[in-house]
Nanobody, 115 residues
Framework: QVQLVESGGGLVQPGGSLTLSCAAS????????MGWYRQAPGKQRELVAGAEYGDFVKGRFTMSRDNAKNTVTLQMNNLKPEDTAIYYC???????????????WGQGTQVTVSS
């Protein structure tokens, strides 16, 4: 099994910056990929950063991954009120060498952009 723990969420003013971090732990053969999604009230969950960046990012967000530590970071700059959402860390993992990849999700961390 894989456990994902997010940190770094909070309240920030428009135009400010915030950094989110996620660490994967547990018993698994390998982590294939990691990324970030978000979900705002009344909206569907959408991709923030993973294999590709979401179109809404427009160069403001940067994702970094440390494969050795199984961690991923999301640096968010020039935040806007519409960025307010719960941000979720996601990972795709193999529990054993011959298994199929399984998707895991963190509990989510709240990001609020408001003046």
């Amino acid at each position: 099994q894989v456990q994902l723990v997010e940190s770094g969420g909070g309240l920030v003013q428009p135009g400010g910056s915030l950094t989110l971090s996620c660490a994967a732990s547990g018993n698994f053969f390998a982590i294939i990929g990691m990324g970030w999604y978000r979900q705002a009230p009344g909206k569907q969950r959408e991709l923030v950063a993973g294999a590709e960046y979401g179109d809404f990012v427009k160069g403001r967000f940067t994702m970094s991954r440390d494969n050795a530590k199984n961690t991923v970071t999301l640096q968010m700059n020039n935040l806007k009120p519409e960025d307010t959402a719960i941000y979720y860390c996601a990972a795709e993992a193999l529990l054993d060498r011959d298994g199929s990849p399984i998707e895991y999700w963190g509990q989510g961390t709240q990001v609020t952009v408001s003046s």
